[in-house]
């Protein structure tokens, strides 16, 4: 069965590196999401991206993130310059046709900023 | 604000009995999807099942099956014959025609032989 794969698994930084994190979504998939869940809190909406586009983005997603789809297959999220709140479980998700289908996640990347 | 409330951090069951999950939310939208994924240890989110606000026959899939009471504003998940692999996070959803997933925080049910 297809499925959103991500990696790194785990991800090791230091506070104000440039960190990205990648995605690829299943390839039929034309919306793609990042979402992201800090320890003991619930799991939140940063942004979704159509066709080379934010389509929606939470007031999380400021101008330290930004996405991209540099080729066919990948979709990432970049953090410019992170932060110790920063520190959370990143995970990305993709749909087939957008607002009325069913997203799928990925197993998540875990981002430790030190 | 749209918020889900899932009031069961934690819920356990034994082996072939049934669990219900709670899940209530908070929207004065009429047109919206609830959803519920689960959270194994492997971390991958999958759906479970799936409701459309304006259906009104509660979803069902296979052993997994849903009350939803929109007057109520609930939507609880039922699982039948429970089996050591439903342990898992379950995460209560809402969305609307947006593109944004809000979530519960999550319940954690734990299946005993």
């Known amino acids: 069965e297809p499925e959103v794969t991500q990696t790194p698994s785990h991800q090791v930084t230091q506070m104000g590196q440039e960190v990205i994190l990648r995605c690829v979504p299943i390839s039929n998939h034309l919306y793609f999401y990042w979402y992201r869940q800090i320890l003991g809190q619930k799991v939140e909406f940063l942004v979704s991206f159509y066709n080379n586009e934010i389509s929606e983005k939470s007031e999380i997603f400021d101008d330290q993130f930004s996405v991209e789809r540099p080729d066919g297959s990948n979709f990432t999220l970049k953090i410019r310059s992170t932060k110790l709140e920063d520190s959370a479980m990143y995970f990305c998700?993709?749909?087939?046709?957008?607002?009325?289908?069913?997203?799928?996640f990925g197993a998540g990347t875990r981002l430790s900023v030190l | 604000a749209q918020t889900v409330t899932q009031s069961q951090p934690e819920m356990s069951v034994q082996e072939a009995e049934t669990v219900t999950l709670s899940c209530t939310y908070d929207?004065?939208?009429?047109?919206?999807?609830l959803f519920w994924y689960k959270q194994p240890p492997s971390r991958q989110m999958i759906l479970v099942i799936r409701?459309?606000?304006?259906?009104?026959q509660n979803a069902t899939e296979n052993r997994f099956s849903v009350n939803f009471q929109k007057a109520a504003k609930s939507f609880s998940l039922k699982i039948s014959d429970s089996q050591l692999g439903d342990a898992a996070m379950y995460f209560c959803?809402?969305?609307?025609?947006?593109?944004?997933?809000?979530f519960g925080k999550g319940t954690s049910l734990l299946v005993t032989p």
């Open positions: 409701q459309e606000a304006y259906k009104q």
């Open positions: 959803a809402w969305k609307n025609s947006g593109y944004a997933l809000n």
């Open positions: 998700a993709s749909s087939e046709w957008g607002a009325k289908n069913i997203q799928y």
């Open positions: 929207t004065s939208e009429s047109d919206y999807y």
